[in-house]
């Protein structure tokens, strides 16, 4: 069975960081393309950032410069590290793994940035 398990949410001031880790199934990992995603209330899921399997990047304009979504195959773990966060950060993170175009969901995990 595939998982995905988000971590590192939570509550920030504005201009703070968090990281965001996500931990995959060892069976799909390597061989995947990882996103992430976010929701905010009342508002379409979107895509954040996306890393490849060569380890392509590609960032919303909304995240650029801000955000860096890396990944470490040795631990099946791919991170978002979001830096100089704004209120409208404030949403759901959501993992994705494109895998021969299936795709997979993680739980999710809230992030709030207060001002």
């Known amino acids: 069975q595939v998982q995905l398990v988000e971590s590192g949410g939570g509550l920030v001031q504005a201009g703070g960081s968090l990281t965001l880790s996500c931990g995959a199934s060892e069976s799909i990992f390597s061989s995947s393309h990882m996103s992430w995603y976010r929701q905010a209330p009342g508002k379409q899921r979107e895509l954040v950032a996306t890393?490849?399997?060569?380890?392509?990047?590609n960032y919303a304009d909304s995240v650029k410069g801000r955000f860096t979504i890396s990944r470490a195959n040795a631990k099946n773990t791919v991170y978002l590290q979001m830096n100089s966060l704004k209120p409208e950060d404030t949403a759901v993170y959501y993992c994705n793994a494109q895998r021969f175009g299936i795709l997979y969901w993680g739980q999710g995990t809230q992030v709030t940035v207060s001002s």
């Open positions: 890393i490849s399997t060569n380890y392509y990047t």
